[in-house]
């Protein structure tokens, strides 16, 4: 992992990830959070997870985004939270089975982060 660009999370799969699996460890997230540097860690119900809130001029482009990360997560099997409200998409990753963060985690925030950039073009 060492080495790793934000470019290469984004090329990468998520891995089926087992309950039995640890948390990214706080080695592997000090690693990790640079390559994604706009996300926020944060704790939630004793969970750590990975957030953002994405801007929009309206709710029809918040909307559009909202479902492009959907289908995103779909394809990849591994599903964030998400908030839509007018002009803006609050985005959550963290892995439920283990309660905390994944690797997964990371590779899906930066593959919403492209999203993100490609769809202000």
């Keep these: 992992m060492s080495g790793t660009t934000e470019e290469q999370l984004v090329g990468m799969r998520c891995t089926a990830c087992r309950g039995d699996e640890p948390p990214a460890s706080d080695q592997e997230i ?8 706009d996300w926020v860690l944060l704790e ?22 909202t479902n492009k990360i959907g289908a995103i997560a779909e ?3 591994h599903h964030p939270a998400l908030l839509t409200e007018w002009g803006k998409v609050t985005v959550a990753w963290w892995t439920h089975k ?12 930066a593959k919403t ?7 202000q073009k």
């Design 44 to 65: 939630r119900e004793g969970e750590k997870r990975l957030e953002r809130v994405f801007k929009f001029g309206n709710f029809a482009e918040a909307l559009a985004f």
């Design 98 to 109: 283990i309660k905390g963060l994944h690797r997964n985690d990371f590779i899906m925030a």
């Design 113 to 119: 982060d492209q999203a993100f950039a490609e769809s």
């Design 75 to 77: 394809f990849e099997g």
């Design 30 to 37: 000090a690693k990790l959070k640079p390559l994604i540097p």
